[in-house]
């Protein structure tokens, strides 16, 4: 039995390196970056999105010096934040000549309203979100 449950085990792991090695040599990772002001969802971002390269922060007063430093290929971002209006920072972000092409998905716990893509967004998640349906609007996007 435990020779069985070792293999089993090791197998995984052998098959998890295998489509590693994959996605490392034929599709490269792509980078999302997540902007929230929720301690638990910048926990949980790296965790939902394992498909992808996560940086997930809070600092969104600085969000044109992380997208320098990370390049992302997707940028989620929450609309109501303690610190600074996400809509702004997407008006920011689109309005930035080097990352206007960088797609942005805005985050809402509240009502999704029309005029949100004013500011530039490329799509609008109502919060609490379903994972694969927003792995699937992110992968439209980027891929």
């Not at 070792?6 to 490392?24: E, G, N, V």
């Not at 969802?41 to 320098?68: K, R």
């Amino acid at each position: 039995m435990e020779v069985s449950i070792y293999w089993s085990i090791k197998s995984k792991q052998y098959y998890q390196y295998l489509f590693y090695l994959y996605r490392l040599i034929w599709k490269p990772i792509k980078k999302l970056l997540f902007i929230d002001d929720e301690p638990s969802l910048l926990e949980l971002a790296p965790l939902m999105f394992d498909e992808y390269e996560v940086l997930a922060s809070n600092a969104a007063g600085s969000i044109l010096n992380l997208i320098e430093k990370f390049n992302p290929d997707i940028i989620l971002l929450d609309i109501f934040m303690r610190m600074g209006g996400g809509l702004d920072i997407c008006q920011t972000i689109k309005s930035h000549p080097k990352y206007a092409s960088i797609p942005v998905l805005l985050m809402t716990a509240g009502t999704i309203k029309e005029e949100f893509y004013q500011y530039g967004a490329d799509g609008i998640i109502e919060k609490p979100f379903d994972t694969p349906a927003v792995m699937m609007q992110i992968s439209s996007l980027i891929e």
